[in-house]
């Protein structure tokens, strides 16, 4: 099942406020209620220094125990420098671009609830590469579904339905990537080049998502 719309559809009904602690209260509130989600959210605010004056960014993960007991299972965290300046930091750009990128984590976390529910909880899926640590999580199943999910969504946006098979079929034998618009591709793309293994999966898992959500 996919999540994308429906995610940006309830985000799109908050108003926007611009307060650090008053928003993810909003979000979290306003997607639970919703009722379409199948487990309750958490949303965290943290600090990290690895981010500079007004910047932030947002991430998640899924908790299958959480899961498994009925418990909220997938955790979103913002994350904001502890050297910000106010708290009034987002402008109308930053909150579209907020609610995206909490769309497409949502929606990716929801596969991996997906996955863990269809082995009824037991084991882990399957690793093809384990030669490093990045590749060894890039090259598990469950994240190769889940990014190649993102990637159709990112390619989507840029291209459009008309255009984003063609686009796909050159983006992956070019180097004219954008990596601002089209990031998990680039990311696949330049990790895994060396290995067809995770390069096929991933591939025809973007063109099957285009294909079913986008019927390009």
């Known amino acids: 099942m996919f999540y994308y719309d429906k995610i940006l559809s309830c985000l799109n009904e908050i108003s926007y406020d611009t307060t650090i602690w008053y928003t993810p209260k909003l979000i979290n509130n306003k997607l639970n209620k919703a009722g379409f989600l199948p487990t309750k959210i958490r949303f965290t605010v943290d600090e990290t220094a690895e981010l500079n004056g007004n910047e932030y960014k947002v991430g998640a993960e899924y908790d299958d125990e959480d899961d498994l007991e009925n418990r909220p299972s997938i955790c979103l965290h913002w994350y904001f420098s502890p050297y910000i300046t106010n708290t009034d930091f987002m402008d109308m750009s930053d909150w579209e671009k907020l609610k995206v990128d909490i769309a497409d984590i949502l929606e990716h976390e929801m596969k991996h609830l997906e996955s863990a529910r269809k082995r009824d909880f037991v084991g882990d ?92």
């Open 125 to 216: 899926s399957r690793i093809l590469v384990d030669t490093t640590e990045l590749l060894e999580y890039l090259s598990d199943e469950d994240e190769i579904e889940a990014y190649a999910l993102n990637a159709a969504r990112e390619i989507s946006r840029k291209f459009g339905p008309n255009r984003s098979k063609r686009a796909f079929d050159y983006l992956i034998h070019s180097d004219g990537f954008d990596t601002n618009e089209t990031p998990t591709l680039l990311i696949y793309k330049d990790t895994c080049n060396q290995f067809p293994i995770i390069k096929r999966k991933f591939y025809g898992w973007v063109y099957y998502y285009l294909k079913q959500i986008y019927q390009v």
